[in-house]
């Protein structure tokens, strides 16, 4: 099959490769979508920004349908349309028993650690797949599974309707942010974005304003002159300028990752303003709802998808999403 291989140091291969073989417990996946994710131009860049045990196919956004399973596979149906939890939990695990799954230490991770889904078929275990609806756009639902990390990071965020949100970062988790956080009845949203591609669409995901971060500083006194109730970094090194759009009380979540950033902290103003501040890493049993999300349309997910491309262009769609132009880009082997 036609795969594309992290072959390390910057170097990815499309090239033909084995059809995997699914072990006892896994199921054979033919691969529908897969969407490129941040974390994969990270893997393939020099030095790289993300661990990983190459060479590796790379891809882990992904849906498809289940076309075999292993000898001792009995709750997934041959031919049933699926997503994937790419961060299979063990489920034995202290983190896991204490009910932490992103925490679980066990994950090997698909796309990182073992073969992903950039490729005509991937091999996954069989209790991280969940049933999803064949009326749902490949595209579309290969956005399940950053939608249920920021559904994760949604929760808790805990936003009341009427409370105010800032975003730093309109790329594919600050869009997804935005959609949800808008059909949480968040009354204003304004999102912070310096790249002229993306601003448009983080519009049309629900911002009611996308400003750069010179605009956002001349602005901001009229816009929201109490701060927001809810700050999100989808950058992964903005802390101090999320703590400063911070209202009293407000709650700030750190999704975004730069193993390099090491931000100055003002921390008395974190004292002062009462903010919790949390960390969200991957999902927290959010799958499902990530899943009745798109399946009943209460989120409008098309605009933030830039492009669809083969699986020979795999290379070329990375740039895109590196160079800041593009927000989503899913590949359809
Ligand atoms: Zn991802
Ligand atoms: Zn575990």
């Given amino acids: 099959m036609r795969a594309a291989v992290y072959e390390g140091e910057g170097r990815l291969v499309i090239k033909d490769v084995p059809d995997p073989v699914p072990g006892p417990d896994e199921v054979l996946i033919e691969v529908e979508a897969c969407g490129i994710c941040g974390s994969d ?29 292993g000898a001792a596979v009995r709750d997934v ?26 925490n679980c230490t066990s994950i090997v991770a698909l796309g990182v650690y073992r073969d992903g889904a950039i490729a005509r078929y991937v091999t996954a275990p069989a209790s991280a797949v969940f049933p999803i609806a064949e009326s749902v756009p490949a595209e579309i639902a290969a956005l399940v599974e950053p939608l249920a990390c920021v559904t994760n990071g949604a929760n808790r965020a805990a936003l009341r309707p009427g409370e ?99 931000p100055p902290v003002h921390q008395v103003e974190i004292v002062e303003k009462g903010l919790t501040i949390v960390g969200s890493y991957i999902t927290n049993f959010t799958f499902p709802a990530a899943i009745r999300m798109v399946e009943s349309g209460a989120l409008t997910l098309a605009p933030m998808i830039t492009a669809i491309i083969g699986i020979d262009d795999t290379e070329a769609g990375i740039a895109r999403i590196r160079s800041g132009e593009a927000v989503k880009i899913v590949i359809k082997p």
């Avoid at 131009?41 to 075999?68: K, Y």
């Avoid at 310096?194 to 519009?203: D, E, N």
């Fill in 164 to 262: 105010s949100v800032v975003v730093f970062g309109g790329g594919a988790i600050g869009c997804l942010f935005i959609s949800v956080f808008r059909a949480s009845g968040a009354a204003k949203i304004i999102a912070i974005e310096p790249s002229a591609q993306r601003a448009p669409v983080a519009k049309a995901m629900g911002a009611d304003y996308v400003l750069t971060p010179d605009e956002w500083t001349a602005r901001r006194g009229e816009l929201l002159p109490g701060g927001a109730d809810v700050v999100v970094d989808a950058v992964g090194s903005v802390l101090p300028q999320c703590i400063d759009a911070a209202a009293m009380g407000a709650r700030v979540i750190l999704f975004g990752m730069n193993g390099n950033a090491r």
């Fill in 41 to 69: 131009v990270q893997m393939i860049s020099v030095p790289p920004g993300h661990p990983s045990t190459p060479p590796v196919i790379v891809g882990h956004e992904f849906v498809g349908w289940v076309r075999g399973a």
């Fill in 77 to 102: 149906v041959i031919g049933q349309r699926v997503v994937c939890d790419p961060d299979p939990k063990c489920g034995s695990c202290n983190p896991c028993r204490a009910g932490r799954p992103a």
